[in-house]
């Protein structure tokens, strides 16, 4: 079974703090990708990354920026968090080719105060 | 990427057939339609996905007609397990450098 890992379930930060989000998935998948989900928003995209180094902009970038050294390895950065980056942090990741499943990690509850 | 419009919230009973519709009037020659269910607390999961007319697996089926601009998912015999949000996406995943989009989706709240 595919596997998609976050690094914490629950992230308590202050305003000001550059925050680190880690996604690792184990099948080798080629595509990765970070979504918030706030209530009455549904998911929206952050970023994404079709390869190792690669990078895309997705609906909301703005406050984050990302990172991708490693196929594995996808890491949402929040270079100074602030109130309203309060959320749930999405992974998932997507094998290259005609397949629309992507699988997704259990969630990062992010809190900044 | 073609948007979806597709309802907020539905309700039904358990043991009922809910059939949750969603529009694509834009849709693309090369997009295909996906259904993604979430359970609360947890990252959604495929359902199922069809380019046109029907597709059926075990937990769903989804309906396609020819013009394409429109898809329904078919739930049979619903349960009170099945209470989740479900999300239409329609795009090209063939393509490098695409992102599937998520909208809001249809909250279904099964009672018994």
């Known amino acids: 079974d595919v596997k998609v890992t976050q690094s914490s379930r629950y992230l308590v930060k202050r305003t000001g703090e550059k925050v680190f989000l880690e996604c690792v998935q184990d099948m080798d998948h080629e595509n990765m990708f970070w979504y918030r989900q706030d209530p009455g928003l549904g998911l929206r995209l952050i970023y994404f990354?079709?390869?190792?180094?690669?990078?895309e902009k997705g609906d909301i970038p703005e406050g984050y920026s990302v990172s991708r050294e490693k196929k594995e390895r996808f890491s949402l950065i929040l270079e100074s968090a602030s109130t309203n980056q309060t959320s749930m942090y999405l992974c998932?990741?997507?094998?290259?080719?005609?397949?629309?499943?992507?699988?997704f990690g259990p969630g990062t509850r992010l809190t900044v105060t | 990427l073609a948007k979806t419009t597709q309802p907020i919230s539905m309700d039904s009973y358990e043991g009922q057939e809910v059939n949750i519709t969603c529009s694509h009037n834009?849709?693309?020659?090369?997009?295909?339609i996906t259904w993604y269910q979430q359970f609360p607390s947890q990252g959604p999961r495929f359902i199922i996905q069809?380019?046109?007319t029907k597709v059926t697996n075990e937990v769903a089926s989804l309906f396609i007609p020819a013009d394409r601009k429109s898809s329904t998912l078919s739930l049979p015999r619903v349960s009170l397990s099945d209470t989740a949000v479900y999300y239409c996406l329609v795009g090209d995943a063939n393509q490098a450098g695409t992102a599937l989009i998520f909208g809001k989706g249809t909250t279904l709240s099964v009672s018994s």
């Open positions: 998932a990741s997507r094998k290259g080719g005609p397949t629309y499943e992507q699988y």
């Open positions: 990354s079709y390869d190792v180094k690669m990078k």
């Open positions: 069809g380019y046109k």
């Open positions: 834009n849709i693309a020659t090369n997009d295909y």
